[in-house]
């Protein structure tokens, strides 16, 4: 399988401190609002209009019901 982490500068080593950054400002935020990260996220995605579909998925069976 074909890991395309390795394609996205996100990813990189270098980025690593940003990215927890980032993900820390992002719980803080789901947290005073009451609900998970991800579940910021679909919410965010959901807002944008329209044209924009989230497309949840999970790769544990309980998370799905």
């Known amino acids: 399988m074909w890991n395309t982490n390795v394609l996205h500068s996100r990813f ?3 980025n690593v401190e940003h ?3 980032l993900f820390e400002w992002v719980s803080d935020l789901a947290a ?3 609900c998970t990260p991800s ?3 679909l919410a965010w995605v959901h807002h944008q ?3 924009v579909c989230p ?3 999970t790769t544990k069976i309980e998370n799905f019901n």
């Open 39 to 41: 579940q910021l996220a």
């Open 32 to 34: 005073r609002k009451g």
């Open 12 to 14: 990189q080593p270098e």
């Open 55 to 57: 497309i949840p998925g």
């Open 19 to 21: 990215n927890k950054t």
């Open 49 to 51: 209009g329209k044209d």
